[in-house]
């Protein structure tokens, strides 16, 4: 059984160059979400498809940062321009339906900007 | 303020011992209350869900939810070394909120 599966697993960047983060969530799930979690923190909320529209990117920081999911199953985070700042884990997660369902996360991708 | 709150501990316990943890939250709206855990560099993972107030058991575990003090807890009974990890807990209206994460050790 798939869980959410998230590529590459490590990525080291250097300062100023341009990276893509892959999400792939569970089949049938609609709601698809991503998160920056930093060391010591809780996941910090990015951004939340329902199904190919961004139902709600509030979280994203700045935009260096876009993610999109054209075909409402796999979603791709994009983050140019990187700064040292942007150094984090990124998780995905998906859910069924959305709203108040339960989410089940990937590992996360390890980025490090340097 | 931030939406959820919890101590970030460091917590240590002897093996068998009850564990407490505990995060409280600013708006009385929120409906789903959840408990992750995680596992050094894996991906959270759901333990308790819990929809409005009450209390909910799964085998070792204890999930309470006091809505009129805006306050969640997670009970461990009987813990064991395999349980250290990091436990976060959640809250959700559309979005998810989460807690900073309690770090957790048992000691055998």
């Known amino acids: 059984g798939a869980g959410v599966s998230q590529t590459p697993s490590n990525k080291v960047t250097e300062k100023g160059k341009y990276v893509e983060l892959r999400c792939d969530p569970i089949s049938g799930h609609t709601a698809l979400y991503w998160y920056r979690q930093s060391l010591g923190q809780g996941p910090e909320f990015l951004i939340y498809f329902q199904g190919t529209g961004a139902a709600d990117d509030s979280g994203l920081p700045n935009d260096r940062f876009f993610a999109v999911r054209p075909e409402g199953s796999v979603s791709t985070l994009k983050i140019q321009r990187t700064e040292r700042g942007d150094s984090a884990v990124y998780l995905c997660?998906?859910?069924?339906?959305?709203?108040?369902?339960?989410?089940?996360f990937g590992p996360g991708t390890r980025l490090t900007v340097l | 303020q931030k939406e959820v709150e919890q101590d970030p501990g460091p917590l240590s316990v002897p093996e068998g011992a009850i564990v407490s943890l505990n995060c409280t939250y600013s708006?009385?709206?929120?409906?789903?209350f959840m408990w992750y855990r995680q596992y050094s560099r894996k991906g959270p993972e759901l333990l308790m869900y819990t929809y409005s107030s009450g209390n909910k058991e799964d085998g070792r575990f204890t999930a309470q939810v006091d809505k009129s003090s805006k306050y969640i807890s997670l009970f461990i009974r009987d813990s064991q070394p395999s349980d250290s990890a990091t436990y976060l807990c959640?809250?959700?209206?559309?979005?998810?909120?989460f807690g900073t994460g309690t770090s957790l050790t048992v000691i055998p």
């Open positions: 959640a809250i959700s209206d559309n979005q998810f909120y």
């Open positions: 997660a998906s859910s069924q339906t959305g709203a108040g369902d339960t989410q089940y």
């Open positions: 708006n009385s709206a929120f409906q789903y």
